[in-house]
């Protein structure tokens, strides 16, 4: 059991020593302008080790702009969970709906937030809620796909247990339908998660707002490479826990 401990904490250390050797040869050779690690951490510091500093609205500190990207996803996410879930289920209980709807979802579904950010500029007009608009639509996708084929996948032994004991819709679905499709749920929830995130970047890229992803478009527009390695760090770090996070959730309910 230590040994398993140890070498889940060790081979990822060599992990990150080899992409940094990595990293550093070929910032030595391939492409001088990208910065190697030393250089990066130099000229990025300051935002690492004061994470909450304001000169400006764009020159904060790492974890303040992280702040405000993570709010805009909060408000998105949970716009896309509210939307999500219930057409989820009712893809899944009602063949009127699913076929009604869904070749309209399986149109929408593809559709880049590229596309989807201009559009809500012009609805909007103004940059925050055309984003929040954006990472709802887009991240809503997987909930209401897990969600209909979770319902959709519940044992017909349930439902006939339900239907002979004469239960109200209601109660079969509070009691039988809702925990027995669950994990199905919180596997569209750990998925939307992840894209809402991928869309918030994509937003603030465009919009210029602040937050990690408009940063990064700034930085790049300024050519300080050091500071967009940043970002990208940034952006997986908190992704990363942002999945490990939902991971932990859906195996609870997998196992209750």
């Not at 889940?8 to 550093?24: E, F, I, K, Q």
């Not at 559009?119 to 954006?134: D, K, N, W, Y």
């Not at 339908?177 to 199905?184: D, G, K």
Request: glycine fraction near 8%; charge should be positive.
């Amino acid at each position: 059991m230590t040994s398993s401990r140890a070498s889940r904490l060790v081979l990822p250390l060599l992990g990150v020593a080899l992409v940094l050797v990595v990293w550093t040869a070929i910032s030595q050779t391939v492409a001088p302008d990208l910065p190697s690690p030393a250089k990066t951490w130099t000229e990025s510091r300051r935002y690492v080790l004061e994470p909450f500093f304001k000169d400006g609205e764009m020159n904060q500190g790492i974890l303040r702009l992280a702040f405000y990207s993570l709010v805009r996803v909060a408000k998105g996410y949970a716009l896309a969970l509210a939307i999500g879930t219930p057409v989820g289920f009712l893809l899944g209980l009602s063949r009127t709906f699913r076929e009604a709807f869904d070749p309209i979802i399986q149109f929408l579904r593809p559709i880049s937030p590229l596309a989807w950010l201009p559009l809500g500029l012009v609805i909007f007009r103004q940059s925050e809620p055309a984003a929040i608009f954006t990472i709802a639509l887009c991240a809503m996708w997987p909930t209401v796909i897990n969600t209909a084929v979770g319902v959709r996948s519940i044992s017909q032994d349930y439902l006939n247990v339900g239907r002979v004991l004469r239960l109200p819709r209601r109660t079969m679905l509070a009691k039988i339908i809702v925990p027995a499709s669950l994990p199905y749920v919180f596997t569209g929830y750990r998925l939307s998660l992840g894209l809402a995130w991928l869309v918030i970047v994509a937003s603030e890229m465009l919009t210029g707002a602040p937050g990690v992803g408009g940063f990064l478009w700034q930085e790049y527009n300024s050519l300080v490479y050091s500071h967009i390695i940043l970002s990208v760090v940034t952006i997986g770090a908190i992704g990363f826990l942002l999945d490990r996070l939902m991971g932990a959730v859906e195996q609870r309910f997998k196992i209750v």
